[in-house]
Structures are given as structure tokens and as C-alpha cells.
């Protein structure tokens, strides 16, 4: 995935990709989710990474944290979780709560923003009954960009890196917590911050925008 992200900034620089992204509509992008494991974790992406648009939509959501690329994102996800959040309320109790992925302080400091979080904010005006929380999750191991790294780097790199806020250890049983990263290769952040939630009684859906 590295490799088309240093093309694009050679061929397309930011602002060429923010202009693009502005004219892009919810009709442009193929929504087909696919499911991997890694380990005991099932991970579900909704795009393909490979595909042009997707790749200028993430991009310019991670590292311009624009307000169409987020509101694009919730679009993206909505019909998705509609489905699943329907399905779960007519067919059981569990408290649904859906969160993101958190950045390290370092990180967040020198973007400004947590662009998972943006996507967050999206939501709630989607799914106003619906818990939508941003405070469940911490990064507590600052850690390197995945993207250069091999596969087995990425699962060291992120190993331990997250842990449950004071309002997460008080989440019960009988939850089921939708964790939303934007991109996933190895499924390796999505896997070692679903690990802090795997409590009993609590169920995980960890779930990427897109798969590269």
C-alpha cells in the first residue's frame, strides 16, 4: 500500500487530491464488505484500497482532515452499520456502542485531529440513538507508521499499544462494541485494539472504510 501512497503524492500532490475529493458523491465508490481473520480476530472492510477514489478519499481524510472525506466515510459506513444495528436491536438486548481507533498524543498532535474521530462525529447525526463514543479506547504505546512495515513488524509495532480508559473498564456484558479504523492491510491495529475489549460478554465487530 506504501508504494501507491508515495506514487500518489508524486503524481497528485494534496491539493490536487482535496479538489478531487470534493467532487466525489456516495455513488462513486463500490461498497462490497469482505471479511479476513488474523488470529481470533474477524476483521470487515467495506473498499478497496486499490481503487483510485478510495485511495484520494483516505488519504486526503488521514492527512488533511477534510470535513467532505469524513462525511463521505460515514456515508460509506451507514448503510453497513444500519443493517447491523437494526439487526441486533430486533433480535437481542445488547448495548451497541460504536468507537474508533485512537491516535497516539504525538500523532494527533502533529496532524491536529484524529481522523477516525471526524468520521465519529459524522455518525451521530446518522445514528442519534445509537451510542457513538470516542472515550472507551487509549493509545498508551506511541509506535511506529505501519506502512513501511512487513507484516510481522506491524503486529510487534502495535502490540500492547491500547488500553481501556476508566469509562471503558466499566462497560459490561451483554455490549456489543463496533471498533472503526479507516484503512486495514494486515488487519494488525484492528486486532491489538480489539484486544483491551475482548471481555465476557462482550462482543467485538472491528471494521475498516477500506482494505489495501
Known amino acids: 500500500m506504501w508504494v501507491v501512497d508515495v506514487l500518489l503524492d508524486i503524481i497528485f500532490p494534496p491539493s490536487h487530491r482535496e479538489k478531487a475529493v470534493a467532487k466525489f458523491k456516495i455513488e462513486d465508490f463500490l461498497v462490497a464488505p469482505h471479511t479476513f481473520r488474523l488470529n481470533d480476530t474477524a476483521i470487515t472492510s467495506l473498499l478497496s484500497y ?8 483516505i488519504r486526503v481524510l488521514k492527512y488533511n482532515g477534510s470535513p467532505v472525506a469524513a462525511s463521505l466515510c460515514a456515508q460509506i459506513l451507514e448503510d453497513f452499520l444500519r443493517e447491523e444495528v437494526a439487526e441486533i436491536e430486533m433480535f437481542s438486548d445488547k448495548r451497541i456502542i460504536i468507537t474508533s481507533v485512537p491516535l497516539g498524543k504525538q500523532r494527533k498532535h502533529e496532524r491536529g485531529f484524529n481522523q477516525t474521530a471526524l468520521i465519529l462525529k459524522k455518525l451521530k447525526d446518522m445514528f442519534p440513538t445509537t451510542e457513538i463514543r470516542d472515550d472507551i479506547l487509549v493509545r498508551i ?52 485494539a480489539s484486544r483491551p475489549l475482548k471481555k465476557p460478554g462482550i462482543q467485538t465487530l472491528p471494521l475498516a472504510i477500506a482494505h489495501g
Open 141 to 192: 504505546k506511541e509506535t511506529k507508521p505501519q506502512t513501511t512495515l512487513s507484516r510481522t513488524e506491524r503486529l510487534k509495532n502495535v502490540e500492547n499499544a491500547f488500553a481501556l480508559t476508566e469509562y471503558g473498564k466499566t462497560i459490561t456484558e451483554n455490549t456489543l462494541i463496533i471498533l472503526i479504523d479507516d484503512v486495514t492491510t494486515t488487519g494488525a491495529t484492528l486486532h491489538a
Open 50 to 57: 486499490k481503487d483510485k477514489k478510495v485511495a484520494y478519499l
